[in-house]
């Protein structure tokens, strides 16, 4: 059964660094796309990274020059390192693997970015 899981959320300052992890059970990351969504109150769910099968990335507009994606293919992991973090960063976050019939997605993980 294939089951996501983040961990690494919490409370930051603002300006601050948080790694989100993203571990993955029963489906290897590295070949299927991923990413991360999330979804802060009152708001729809907005894609912030993507990264293929291969290597190409995309990003939210707001976050491209403080977020990157990665993947560990020996772990069967992911990553997202966000870097400058601001209130407009708060939100639930969520991994992702889309397969050719299906997209599963993780639990979900508060991250607070507050003084």
């Known amino acids: 059964q294939v089951r996501l899981v983040e961990s690494g959320g919490g409370l930051v300052q603002p300006g601050g660094s948080m790694r989100l992890s993203c571990a993955a059970s029963?489906?290897?990351?590295?070949?299927?796309?991923a990413g991360w969504s999330r979804q802060a109150p009152g708001k729809q769910r907005e894609l912030v990274a993507h990264i293929t099968s291969g290597t190409t990335t995309t990003y939210l507009e707001s976050v491209r020059d403080r977020f990157v994606i990665s993947r560990d293919s020996v772990k069967n992991m992911m990553y997202l390192h966000m870097n400058r973090l601001g209130p407009e960063d708060t939100a639930v976050y969520f991994c992702?693997?889309?397969?050719?019939?299906?997209?599963?997605w993780g639990q979900g993980i508060q991250v607070t970015v507050s003084s």
């Open positions: 992702f693997v889309k397969t050719l019939t299906k997209t599963y």
């Open positions: 029963d489906i290897i990351l590295s070949i299927n796309e």
